[in-house]
C-alpha cells in the first residue's frame, strides 16, 4: 500500500513539474513572436556549422581554456549525468529499484560510475566557480547591472548543482551498503562497486538498516524533486540559455558584423522624392523608423534577449562600459528581457496588449547609452551564444533621431553636410578634388 501510495504522489509530482515547465517555455515562445517576423532560414549549413561550433562546442569560451574546460565539465556532466534521470522516473512510475540494473549487466556499473566522476568534475567546477564569482571580484561580475537578483541567480544556480551531484553520490553510497547487509529491494539487483559512492560507505557503514533506507530514500526523493525544481525555475533564470543557446546559434544573423540592416522603406521614400514617376500609386509612407518598443523589434532580437547568459564579456569587451560610459551590453539585453517579460503579462492579463505608458526606449534604457555606443561591433564578437545587442542598439537609436529628431548637435551636422554634400564633410562635392590641383 505505501509503495503504491509512493508512486501515485511521485507521478502528480512529475506530472505537475512537467506541466508547469512546458506551460512556461509556451509562454517564452508566446513573448518572442511578439517581435515582427524576419526570415532567418538562408544558409543552413552555416547555420548547423554555428550550432555544433558554438553551442555544442562552445568555441568562443575556450578564448580562455581554464575557463572552458570548468564550464563544458558543468555543462555536460551535468546533462550526462541527469540521463539517470529516466531510470528514476521509470522507477517512480512503475515502484521498481534500479529498473536498468538487471538489463544492461556489468555495463550499468560502468555508467554510474561515469557519472559519479563526472559527478565530481561538477562539483569541482561548480566551487571554483563560486569562489570565481564571489572572491576574485572580476569587473564583469562586480558591475551594478548585476545588483540585486541576477547576482544571486548565478550563485542559486551553482549551489543547487553541488546539491544535486551530493544526493546522488549519498543515494549511491547509502545503496551500496544496504546492498551489503541484504536488504531487499537492494540486494535483489547488485550493482558490484561504484567507484567514487564506494568510497563513502564507511561513513554510513555504522546506521542500522531503518536509517540507511530513510537516508537513501530521502536522498532519492529530494534528487528528483530538486530536478523538477531546478527545471521550473531554469526558464525564470539566466540560465535559460542552455536551452536557447542552440536555437539562438541557428538563428544567429550571418550578414557581416559591419553591415547594417537597411530599411527599404526609407530607400524607397528617397527613391520616390528623387523619381516621382516610379511611386505606385497605393505607397503608404513607413509605420514605424527604427523601434521604439519590443513590438519593433524582429523576434530573433527578443530570442537574444532570453537567450543572454549574463556573463559580462560582451560589457568587458565595449570601449565605451570600459572608459566608464552608462552604456552595459549586457544590461541592454537584461532590460529587453525584462521589457518583453513585461508586455507578456500585460498581454496574458487582458488578452491584449493595454497601454501602460512605457516603452523599450525611454523608461528600459536611456538616451544616455544608446548614444555611448561605437558600433564598434566588439559585443557581438565576444558573446559565447551570438547575441548582438548592437542590433538592438541600432533600431532604438533609428527611432531617436529618425522620429524624435533626438540628436547631439554634433550628429546632426554631419547629417547635415551628408544631406547636402553627401559626405561627413563641410565640402561641397565640386570642391573636393582642389587639394590634388593646388599639389600641382
Not at 62 to 89: K, Q, S, T, W
Not at 114 to 136: G, H
Not at 148 to 169: C, H, K, Q
Not at 330 to 354: A, C, P
Request: glycine residues 4%.
Amino acid at each position: 500500500m505505501m509503495h503504491i501510495a509512493a508512486q501515485i504522489i511521485f507521478i502528480i509530482a512529475a506530472a505537475t513539474g512537467i506541466g508547469l515547465f512546458v506551460k512556461r517555455i509556451a509562454g517564452i515562445r508566446k513573448n518572442i513572436l511578439i517581435g515582427h517576423d524576419a526570415d532567418y532560414t538562408d544558409q543552413p549549413a552555416t547555420r548547423w556549422r554555428n550550432v555544433l561550433l558554438l553551442a555544442f562546442g562552445q568555441k568562443k569560451m575556450f578564448r580562455n581554456p581554464l575557463v572552458a574546460i570548468l564550464h563544458f565539465l558543468v555543462y555536460a556532466g551535468f546533462i550526462i549525468i541527469n540521463m539517470e534521470v529516466l531510470e528514476i522516473i521509470l522507477d517512480g512510475i512503475l515502484g521498481t529499484h534500479r529498473l536498468f540494473a538487471p538489463v544492461l549487466g556489468s555495463f550499468y556499473s560502468f555508467l554510474i560510475n561515469a557519472f559519479e566522476i563526472l559527478a565530481v568534475l561538477v562539483i569541482t567546477s561548480c566551487a571554483i566557480f563560486l569562489i570565481r564569482r564571489n572572491s576574485l571580484k572580476l569587473k564583469r561580475f562586480i558591475s551594478k547591472d548585476l545588483n540585486g537578483w541576477p547576482r544571486s541567480d548565478a550563485n542559486y544556480i551553482l549551489i543547487t548543482e553541488i546539491v544535486l551531484m551530493l544526493l546522488f553520490l549519498t543515494m549511491n553510497s547509502t545503496d551500496l551498503v544496504l546492498q551489503s547487509k541484504g536488504v531487499a529491494p537492494y540486494a535483489e539487483n547488485p550493482t558490484n562497486r561504484f567507484l567514487i559512492s564506494g568510497l563513502l560507505t564507511p561513513l554510513y557503514g555504522s546506521l542500522n538498516e531503518t536509517t540507511l533506507v530513510a537516508l537513501e530514500r530521502s536522498c532519492w526523493w529530494l534528487h528528483i524533486l530538486g530536478i523538477l525544481a531546478f527545471m521550473n525555475y531554469l526558464p525564470y533564470s539566466k540560465h535559460l540559455h542552455i536551452l536557447l543557446a542552440f536555437p539562438n546559434a541557428y538563428y544567429a544573423r550571418l550578414k557581416p558584423k559591419g553591415e547594417m540592416n537597411n530599411m527599404p522603406a526609407v530607400q524607397n521614400e528617397v527613391l520616390y522624392a528623387m523619381q516621382p514617376e516610379l511611386a505606385p500609386a497605393d505607397a503608404a509612407p513607413p509605420t514605424r523608423f527604427g523601434a521604439k518598443d519590443v513590438f519593433d523589434l524582429s523576434w530573433r532580437n527578443l530570442l537574444d534577449a532570453y537567450s543572454c547568459t549574463e556573463c559580462g564579456r560582451c560589457s568587458a569587451a565595449c570601449p565605451a562600459t570600459t572608459t566608464g560610459k552608462l552604456l552595459s551590453p549586457r544590461k541592454i539585453m537584461m532590460s529587453t528581457r525584462d521589457r518583453v517579460e513585461e508586455v507578456g503579462k500585460n498581454i496574458q492579463l487582458n488578452k491584449t496588449f493595454k497601454d501602460d505608458g512605457k516603452t523599450l526606449l525611454h523608461n528600459y534604457i536611456s538616451v544616455e547609452e544608446l548614444r555611448a555606443c561605437t558600433t564598434c561591433n566588439a559585443c557581438v564578437e565576444e558573446c559565447p551564444v551570438s547575441i548582438s545587442p548592437l542590433e538592438i542598439i541600432l533600431e532604438l537609436r533609428r527611432t531617436l533621431i529618425m522620429e524624435e529628431s533626438n540628436a547631439p548637435q554634433e550628429w546632426n551636422v554631419m547629417f547635415s553636410n551628408i544631406e547636402n554634400n553627401f559626405a561627413p564633410w563641410q565640402f561641397s562635392p565640386d570642391d573636393r578634388d582642389k587639394w590634388a590641383t593646388e599639389i600641382e
